[in-house]
């Protein structure tokens, strides 16, 4: 894997650190092969929802941002973020309402 990988998983961890109300529970690994990167960032499940955002515009921004860089260098990078559950917690229940 070239250090260029690397490089990126370093730049994405020291810019979500300041959202983050746990820095030290954050990691972003980078894995993939020479033509296709994945970022995954595992943070701390109640994290998970500032790095994504309202409406996940910052999600978005982040991905956007991260496919120019790919584009320039002809690679492909994908941004996962596993501990997400959609405005939830991992592992918090959603109530479910009838009218």
């Known amino acids: 894997m070239p250090d260029f990988y690397q490089e990126l998983a370093g730049l994405l961890r020291s810019n979500l650190v300041w959202l ?27 994290d998970a929802g500032r790095i994504v955002g309202r409406q996940a515009r910052l999600e978005r921004a982040i991905r956007t941002l991260f496919q120019a860089i790919g ?28 009218d």
């Not at 030290?24 to 296709?36: Q, R």
């Not at 260098?73 to 994908?78: A, D, L």
């Open 20 to 46: 983050v109300d746990k820095p030290e529970l954050l990691t972003v690994t980078a894995s993939g092969t020479d033509t296709h990167l994945v970022l995954t960032i595992s943070c701390n499940p109640d």
């Open 71 to 98: 584009m320039k260098r002809h690679r492909s990078i994908e941004i996962v973020i596993p501990d997400y559950r959609g405005g939830n917690a991992v592992g918090e229940e959603v109530p479910f309402l009838l």
